[in-house]
Every structure is written in structure tokens, then in C-alpha cells.
């Protein structure tokens, strides 16, 4: 995926589940939930991101891989997480 833009979303701006995903450029703003969900061992990758006047940037959750290379985060309540939802 070449770009990736969210503004003012009332969920996650991106969602994966069980996915092999490399994203160029994120960007977002205004995200009421989390910028970049990875779920259900997925894989992604993300080249640059913008995280801005979000609650929660980026979470692997699930035996997920989620490798940022570059990253700003303003106004983010969490920058990041990692946890297991589903058993």
C-alpha cells in the first residue's frame, strides 16, 4: 500500500487481521481509536507514519508483527501497545 490517509475517524484508520502488509506512508489525524491495528498474527510494516490528535497510535496484538521505521506522534494519548485479546 502506497498511502494511507485518516482524518477525524471514529474507529482504527487501518485494521488487519491475518495479513502480510507493507504501507509506505501513514498518515493520521483526528483518529478517535487507534491509528494502526494489527491483529491475528498479521505482519506489517510501515515505511513512515504521521500520527497526530490521536488517542492510540500504533498495537500488535495476537502474535502481530508491526515494524515502523519512521514515526511522529503528536497529541497521542499511547503511542503503542502489544497484548493478547483473543485465546
Known amino acids: 500500500i502506497k498511502n494511507i490517509s485518516c482524518?477525524?475517524?471514529?474507529?482504527?484508520?487501518?485494521?488487519?487481521?491475518?495479513?502480510n502488509i507493507d504501507i509506505s506512508i501513514l498518515f493520521s489525524n483526528g483518529v478517535k481509536d487507534k491509528s494502526v491495528s494489527a491483529g491475528e498474527n498479521s505482519s506489517i510494516t510501515i515505511d513512515s507514519a504521521n500520527v497526530l490528535n490521536t488517542e492510540i497510535g500504533m498495537v500488535a496484538k495476537d502474535g502481530s508483527d508491526l515494524i515502523i521505521d519512521r514515526v511522529l506522534f503528536e497529541n497521542t494519548r499511547l503511542y503503542g501497545a502489544a497484548y493478547i485479546k483473543k485465546i
Open 7 to 19: 482524518y477525524k475517524i471514529f474507529n482504527d484508520c487501518f485494521d488487519a487481521s491475518d495479513s
